[in-house]
């Protein structure tokens, strides 16, 4: 199966489950999925430049994409943090990347988590855009653990058109997302 039938299948399955509801009268109303960003930070990127290459090269393999290095803009002395230091890293995914990703984090990374019991409906912020955290890199198959500096998180948030939190877990659950029932 190909990047491309995954988004026409996609777009199909979407508006079919859209286009039976009264409200979404235009096709043009249907929410989508606009873009997905992947975030990894971390205080050690600023203390040691091996974890900020490695994280590069770990970002680089799971998304098929060269992350972005976020800079700090503002001096912190609490946490040893400078001006114009390194503090994460980002990348923005659109288009076939973006369902590419989709498709490898909801078929492959959501089964390898241990006693995984399905994603909570809280993490919308009211504009019907989603957010999860991921404990580790080593989810993605890409990762190999014998060459991993060390162990990450990453922020996952998808960035829809819907317009409050319903239509945002429908698109999502019509995509495939392991919702908690």
């Given at each position: 199966?190909?990047?491309?039938?995954?988004?026409?299948?996609?777009?199909?399955?979407?508006?079919?489950?859209?286009?039976?509801?009264?409200a979404?009268?235009?096709i043009?109303?249907?929410?989508?999925?606009?873009?997905?960003?992947?975030?990894?930070?971390?205080?050690?990127?600023?203390?040691?430049?091996?974890?900020?290459e490695?994280?590069?090269?770990?970002?680089?393999?799971?998304?098929?994409?060269?992350?972005?290095?976020?800079?700090?803009?503002?001096?912190?002395?609490?946490?040893k943090?400078?001006?114009?230091?390194p503090?994460?890293?980002?990348?923005?995914?659109?288009?076939?990347?973006?369902?590419?990703?989709?498709?490898?984090?909801?078929?492959?990374?959501?089964?390898?988590?241990?006693?995984?019991?399905?994603?909570?409906?809280?993490?919308y912020?009211?504009?019907?855009?989603?957010?999860?955290?991921?404990?580790?890199?080593?989810?993605?198959?890409?990762?190999?653990?014998?060459?991993?500096?060390?162990?990450?998180?990453?922020?996952?948030?998808?960035?829809?058109?819907?317009?409050?939190?319903?239509?945002?877990?429908?698109?999502?659950k019509?995509?495939?997302?392991?919702?908690?029932?």
């Amino acid at each position: 199966m190909t990047y491309t039938s995954i988004s026409s299948e996609y777009k199909q399955k979407i508006v079919n489950t859209f286009s039976s509801n009264p409200a979404f009268s235009n096709i043009q109303m249907i929410p989508a999925l606009e873009k997905i960003v992947v975030n990894q930070s971390t205080g050690d990127f600023a203390e040691n430049a091996k974890y900020l290459e490695a994280a590069i090269k770990d970002l680089e393999n799971i998304t098929g994409q060269k992350p972005v290095i976020t800079r700090a803009k503002k001096p912190i002395a609490a946490f040893k943090i400078r001006e114009n230091m390194p503090v994460g890293i980002c990348v923005t995914l659109r288009g076939e990347k973006m369902y590419a990703f989709l498709d490898r984090l909801i078929h492959l990374s959501f089964p390898r988590i241990r006693d995984f019991q399905g994603l909570s409906k809280k993490h919308y912020d009211g504009c019907g855009n989603y957010t999860l955290g991921l404990t580790e890199q080593l989810l993605f198959p890409e990762i190999q653990f014998d060459k991993i500096q060390k162990l990450q998180g990453l922020e996952i948030s998808l960035v829809t058109s819907a317009k409050n939190d319903e239509d945002g877990f429908l698109l999502l659950k019509g995509v495939g997302f392991p919702f908690v029932a």
